[in-house]
């Protein structure tokens, strides 16, 4: 195993560059076919940082690509999307030549700025997705995507005029938006997958709140149940609201509220001693929860027993 070098790649012009490409036809925005990039001895087993947004089209690959905790060999249409300042890694096989095939859309953060879509990008979750929970296209959804990359493609290779930036613009929100919807179609055709997920989860909670140590550890984060596992926080919540209507931490809570109603139902604890028990650093924050979801405080809930 090769130590991996980290590189950062702050601009589209530096990418370019250090992989082999001509200068780009736009400082700030760059479509490449991952066909035309040259191996670039060291890069074999690297990490990288880049300091734009990148979205790849990617299939074919003799390397496996590593984000987050999971890596994964191409063989098929699969988009990635990573944000600027996030790492990633590449590993491929020393003394074999490096082959990639399919898109890349580099787009820098200053081509957004004064735009709408500079904040709204942020709300795009898949852009904190792991490796292993990339956008699997069909053919069809794989041309629709190719597409509108290729438009972006035309648009900046043309002469710059005070269009050029609105155009490009409402053509990547509307590859976002297509890959939202073929997401929202990944969650329901993977739902036997998913449903694994959410029964593991159900058993994580369970055990979680069953263990002893519950109050010194405190209520279980978002972060900690996705590690438990094994997938982002984003797409663990963004999943099970495509599921069950509810995100990570109403699921959360609505454990927590299980495990009160039978410990106010069945135990002479008080309710201070219960938000304790619970993992709460405060009783008021236990009640204003319990009250939140149930319209009724934690006594008159006991009291409705007797």
């Known amino acids: 195993?090769?130590?991996?070098?980290?590189?950062?790649?702050?601009?589209?012009?530096?990418y370019h560059r250090v992989m082999g490409l001509p200068k780009p036809e736009h400082p700030l925005v760059s479509v490449i076919n991952?066909?035309?990039?040259?191996?670039?001895?060291?890069?074999?087993?690297?990490?990288i940082v880049f300091g734009f947004y990148s979205i790849s089209l990617k299939r074919n690959c003799n390397i496996k690509f590593k984000y987050g905790q999971q890596q994964y060999d191409f063989d098929e249409g699969v988009m990635f999307f990573i944000s600027p300042g996030q790492v990633f890694g590449i590993e491929a096989e020393q003394g074999v030549p490096i082959k990639r095939s399919g898109w890349l859309l580099l787009v820098h953060p200053d081509f957004l700025w004064n735009t709408p879509l500079a904040k709204t990008i942020?709300?795009?979750?898949?852009?904190?997705y792991s490796v292993h929970e990339a956008l699997f296209l069909s053919d069809k959804e794989e041309t629709t995507i190719l597409d509108i990359m290729q438009h972006i493609d035309q648009e900046y290779r043309s002469n710059i005029?005070?269009?050029?930036?609105?155009?490009i613009i409402a053509q990547l929100e509307l590859l976002l938006t297509y890959s939202?919807?073929?997401?929202?179609?990944?969650?329901?055709?993977?739902?036997?997958?998913?449903?694994?997920?959410?029964?593991?989860?159900?058993?994580?909670?369970?055990?979680?709140?069953?263990?002893?140590?519950?109050?010194?550890k405190g209520l279980p984060?978002?972060?900690?149940?996705?590690?438990?596992?094994?997938?982002s926080p984003g797409y663990l919540s963004?999943?099970?609201?495509?599921?069950?209507?509810?995100?990570?931490?109403?699921?959360?809570h609505d454990k927590v509220l299980e495990k009160a109603k039978e410990k106010l139902s069945t135990t002479d604890l008080t309710v201070g001693e219960i938000a304790y028990e619970l993992g709460f650093e405060h009783l008021q924050s236990f009640s204003k929860l319990f009250k939140t979801k149930t319209n009724l405080s934690p006594l008159e809930f006991r009291q409705s027993f007797n």
Do not use: C
């Open 161 to 167: 005029d005070k269009y050029s930036q609105n155009v």
């Open 34 to 47: 991952l066909a035309t990039i040259s191996h670039q001895p060291g890069m074999e087993a690297a990490s």
């Open 1 to 14: 195993m090769l130590d991996k070098q980290l590189y950062r790649i702050n601009t589209i012009s530096e």
């Open 122 to 128: 942020r709300q795009y979750e898949y852009f904190s």
């Open 238 to 252: 963004v999943m099970l609201k495509s599921l069950t209507g509810q995100s990570t931490q109403q699921h959360i």
């Open 221 to 231: 984060t978002v972060q900690y149940v996705a590690g438990e596992l094994n997938v």
């Open 180 to 216: 939202e919807r073929f997401y929202q179609r990944q969650f329901i055709t993977r739902k036997i997958s998913n449903h694994k997920i959410l029964e593991r989860l159900e058993v994580i909670l369970e055990d979680y709140f069953s263990g002893e140590n519950i109050a010194k």
